[in-house]
């Protein structure tokens, strides 16, 4: 088959890329494992697709932040936004968090599809890259689990991480890169639910409450997070502990110790006043009744059987150091984490290629020419807010510029 360049993956990265190199007329064929290109795209944000956000910064993608704000200076914020206001997408803003304005995922992978078909693209789908290697007489050469194999000088590896399998994401791409010598970070779950083993969990499951959390990684605090946290019989969960999981799930690589500690009420200026305060409003009540009011029925009582009360014990005769032992429980209530959900449970990967390896002004290899890393199969991951969609975009047009301007410069010489 003839064609200028292969993309391997039909995700955010790849289709962006083809669209960006199908507005420049090149010949794009884009491999996708499943039978259709960005279902995961569809399932982002709740099927609303949180794509970027207003206040996009490098420094929130941790230790790969150098790697980004490079990358960002090719391709800033502003002029992502407008490729994707040029394929017809209107957006809006959520508290900083960018989204179509349909509130439909769809309309992100509609706009990207129809771009393609505006242009030479073909969308192979249902085909497998099993194997990419440099070919003798230069470009790169493709093996296909059903087809023949396809051949092109210019090839994009846009093939995710190890994140949600159920949606086409094995790891493949790391693997593939790494049977050419790139190097990989390892990968854990990021964006992901934690386990715990704490007795209090059984009968707070479903539960929701306003909290503060905080993640120390060998006792001491690394990150605080402020948001609705979700008690579940495995653990936790919530968009608060989605943003500590990054830390959480790098910690537990490393075998050290890691624990979520629960302030309940962190609006409460003086929680041993409040508490007094409280007690002397009604010192002859039962200790049962102490949090009514304030907490949930179920979480109150884990909470007086963690610091030690018998509910029902009178609120009057608690005792000086058990009132330390409430207030230390009600603002750093610890759960000893045990593990994390998984890449079946996880949004995105924490891990992948070496920035290093990578150059951040074009997304080629800085091993091979003619190969272009984008998204996630890179070492890079991003908070909660758009942060891991708009870096699959943004590098995805770094690259398909870069890729433009080496078909089109090879194609002047032959
Ligand atoms: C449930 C969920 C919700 C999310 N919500 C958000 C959000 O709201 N905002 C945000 O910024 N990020 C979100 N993310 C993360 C975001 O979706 C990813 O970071 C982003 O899609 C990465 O883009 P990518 O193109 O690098 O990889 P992907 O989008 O994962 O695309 C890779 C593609 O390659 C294909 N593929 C893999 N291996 C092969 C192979 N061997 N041969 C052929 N094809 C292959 C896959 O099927 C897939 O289509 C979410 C993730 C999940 C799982």
Not at 317 to 331: I, Y
Not at 341 to 363: L, N, Y
Request: hydrophobic share 45%.
């Amino acid at each position: 088959m003839q064609t200028d360049c292969i993309i391997l993956g039909g995700g955010a990265a790849g289709l962006t890329a083809a669209a960006a190199l199908a507005e420049r007329g090149l010949q794009v064929t884009v491999v996708e494992k499943l039978d259709r290109v960005g279902k995961k795209l569809l399932a982002t944000g709740n099927g609303r697709c949180n794509l970027s956000n207003r206040n996009m910064d490098a420094a929130q993608y941790g230790c790969s932040a150098a790697f980004v704000e490079r990358v960002y200076a090719n391709a800033p914020p502003a002029e992502v936004l407008s490729f994707l206001e040029n394929l017809g997408l209107m957006t809006l803003e959520e508290e900083g968090r960018l989204y179509p304005r349909s509130m439909q995922a769809s309309a992100v992978l509609d706009v990207l599809r129809m771009a393609c078909s505006r242009g030479q693209v073909t969308l192979l789908t249902g085909e497998e890259v099993t194997d990419l290697r440099p070919s003798r007489r230069g470009g790169w050469s493709v093996a296909l689990s059903r087809g023949q194999g396809l051949f092109a000088p210019v090839v994009l590896c846009a093939l995710g991480g190890s994140a949600a399998p159920s949606l086409g994401t094995d790891g493949s791409g790391v693997r593939l890169m790494s049977a050419l010598r790139h190097t990989a970070t390892p990968c854990v779950p990021a964006l992901v639910q934690l386990q715990s083993r704490h007795p209090a969990l059984r009968s707070l499951k479903g539960i929701r409450v306003q909290a503060m959390l905080t993640l120390h990684v060998d006792s001491a605090p690394v990150a605080t997070e402020c948001g609705e946290l979700l008690f579940t019989d495995y653990g936790l969960s919530g968009v608060c502990v989605f943003q500590l999981s990054r830390a959480a799930s790098r910690a537990l690589a490393q075998k050290r110790s890691v624990a979520v500690h629960v302030h309940l009420l962190p609006e409460v200026p003086s929680l041993r006043s409040w508490l007094d305060a409280r007690i002397a409003r009604h010192p002859d009540e039962p200790c049962a009744q102490l949090m009514t009011g304030v907490l949930h029925r179920l979480l109150a009582h884990a909470v007086l059987e963690d610091a030690g009360i018998a509910p029902e014990q009178t609120c009057g005769t608690l005792s000086d150091a058990v009132r330390c032992a409430l207030c230390n429980t009600l603002s750093s209530w610890s759960f000893p984490v045990t593990g994390t959900q998984g890449f079946a449970q996880a949004q995105v990967t924490a891990g992948g290629i070496v920035t290093d390896e990578i150059d951040p002004e074009t997304m080629a290899s800085r091993l091979y020419d003619g190969l272009y890393l984008a998204g996630e199969v890179i070492d890079v991951d991003g908070p909660c807010g758009g942060y891991n969609l708009h870096f699959a975009f943004a590098s995805a047009l770094v690259a398909a510029r870069a890729m433009a301007a080496q078909i089109t410069g090879q194609k002047g010489q032959s």
